[in-house]
């Protein structure tokens, strides 16, 4: 029954950065498709980012696509720090004006924003909240929050939905795999009449998608194929797709070891693609080797689009991958 005046309910989708990879793209891909069931999104990413030269770059994509932007002051935490942290004046006031404007029906935020948490349980606004990988030693400092963090944790695997649900004081909880676009179940379906999973004689194209860090492992990844044409199996091709400016050390570390390894015309490193349909259509085998991790949505993808999944069982991926 909350409307704005054009008859659509609003849904503030509330991210904790401005860009379209990682834990973010899922929200993402909501909020896009949310349109087409008579739903107006309202996109809130902090204040800050909005001001970067990446922020202006969003800013005239929202334009494009019609849909509403705004900036407020809050602090993400993807893991939760002490309770004594979580009050700021600053940031409710931000948020409220943000929540006033637009008089939402639904929050529905990404990471843990306690003022969000706050401002919703205050104005009795329903919040569902994205959380993915905590650690599994984590405990409160000083205790639980003193507030209704959220109405409903949302994780992409049941491992992390459980473990939120208990350190938020055991509020409802769903594993919700997210949405894979229609595009790569076209590309699965294309893939299912040709010479899969593999075409005799072309090399094999693998993949790896998300940022440069160690964790992640590309590095490794990297060694792993050296030591593979060392010992005389040369047979394919790996592309890495991910942000590197947060990292530049561990990416530098990456080509230098690709140079070591004489790897040059096989591994190709390029940066972070929303064309995940574009590069699985070519790809063999998606690979997915972190060393903590939540559920990476790229093999959802991978899998959707007819590609191999070759993964680390942390976090999340043994519910699926085994």
Known sequence: QQRGQDGLPRVLYVLHSIYQGGAEIQ??????????????PVVVVPQAALDTEEGQKLKQTMAQEDLLLEGAIYVCFTEPRSPDEYRSPL????????????????VHSV???????????????????????????????TGQPDFRHCDLVQSDCWRYARRWSELLGGVPKI???????????????????????????????????????????????IEALGRLKQAGVNNFQLSFYGYQQFFPEY????????????????????????????????????????????????????????????????????????
């Open 27 to 40: 929200l993402w891909r909501r909020l896009r498709l949310a349109r087409q069931y008579g739903i107006q």
């Open 91 to 106: 940031e409710i006031e931000s948020l409220r004006q943000v929540i006033e404007r637009h008089k939402p029906a639904l």
């Open 111 to 141: 990471t843990f924003i306690p003022s969000l948490g706050q401002i919703c349980q205050e104005l009795g606004i329903p919040h569902v909240n994205t959380l993915y990988a905590v650690q599994d030693d984590f405990r409160w400092n």
């Open 175 to 221: 594993c919700a795999r997210d949405m894979v676009p229609e595009a790569l179940f076209e590309v699965g379906q294309r893939k299912a009449w040709r010479d899969y999973p593999h075409a005799a004689g072309r090399p094999w194209q693998l993949v790896v998608t998300g940022t440069f860090q160690d964790r992640k492992q590309q590095l490794e990844t």
């Open 251 to 322: 990416v530098e570390r990456c080509r230098q070891a690709i140079r070591r390894w004489g790897l040059e015309e096989q591994v190709s490193i390029h940066d972070f693609s929303s064309d995940i349909a574009g590069i699985l259509s070519q790809a063999d085998i998606l690979l997915s080797l972190s060393t903590y991790e939540s559920f990476p949505g790229s093999i959802k993808d991978a899998l959707a689009a007819g590609v191999l999944v070759v993964a680390t069982p942390v976090g999340g991926i043994g519910e699926v991958i085994n």
